[in-house]
């Protein structure tokens, strides 16, 4: 079955760090670019960033809100993609999902959310 | 950035009724765009991709289309698992962008 998981979400104070994980299975890693997407409790949805595949030299792409703060990174090897979190703001909190973009511009595949708080 | 407006906001239909959402973009964005369905406390569903094109195991009932920098989104027949939030988003360039939702109800 073809999945992704992710994890590491939870409080967090405001200035602090945070590391999300997604797990995938179920298809080659390997070969897709993977996105971050990101949801305030009871707004829209709003895309964070995108690691390119390695035949695209692990570029990165970053929404503005999160530039400079947020790095998204994968290691292929353990099928796994992290986004790094720090110098986090009470704007940041949000469901955090992982989506797999399908060479044909969307997203076909959604892990089920990490909740991400950040409060004092 | 590519702005992404959705109307309408807020739609009230019955089981069988045809709807229509748009999705208007600021600037061109060929027809990279896609269509998702949200439903509460679930991760956002694959519709429609490239404007048009039907994503596997998704019901005919479902069309998009493209005139220009409008997008449309149509649901041929309502049937009760289709009430549920709705977004646009694009591919054209970055940063990538949705539209604000269009939250569908049932009348």
């Known amino acids: 079955e073809v999945q992704l998981v992710e994890s590491g979400g939870g409080l967090v104070q405001p200035g602090g760090s945070l590391r999300l994980s997604c797990a995938a299975s179920g298809f080659t890693f390997s070969d897709y670019h993977m996105d971050w997407v990101r949801q305030a409790p009871g707004k829209g949805l709003e895309w964070v960033g995108r690691?390119?595949?390695?035949?695209?030299?692990?570029?990165?792409e970053y929404a503005v809100s999160v530039k400079g703060r947020f790095t998204v990174s994968r290691d292929d090897s353990k099928n796994s993609l992290f986004l790094q979190m720090n110098s986090l703001k009470t704007e940041d909190t949000a469901f955090y999902y992982c989506a797999r973009d399908n060479h044909f511009y969307s997203f076909d595949i959604w892990g089920q959310g990490t909740m991400v708080t950040v409060s004092s | 950035d590519i702005q992404l407006t959705q109307s309408p906001s807020f739609l009230s239909a019955s089981v069988g009724d045809r709807v229509t959402i748009t999705c208007r973009a600021s600037q061109g964005i060929n027809s990279y765009l896609a269509w998702y369905q949200q439903k509460p406390g679930k991760a956002p569903k694959l519709l429609i991709y490239?404007?048009?094109t039907l994503q596997s195991g998704v019901p005919s009932r479902f069309s998009g289309s493209r005139s220009d920098t409008e997008f449309t989104l149509t649901i041929s027949s309502l049937q009760p698992e289709d009430f549920a939030t709705y977004y646009c988003?694009?591919?054209?360039?970055?940063?990538?962008?949705f539209g604000q939702g269009t939250r569908l109800e049932i009348k």
């Open positions: 690691i390119r595949n390695k035949g695209r030299s692990y570029t990165t």
């Open positions: 988003q694009q591919l054209n360039s970055y940063p990538i962008t």
């Open positions: 490239v404007a048009s």
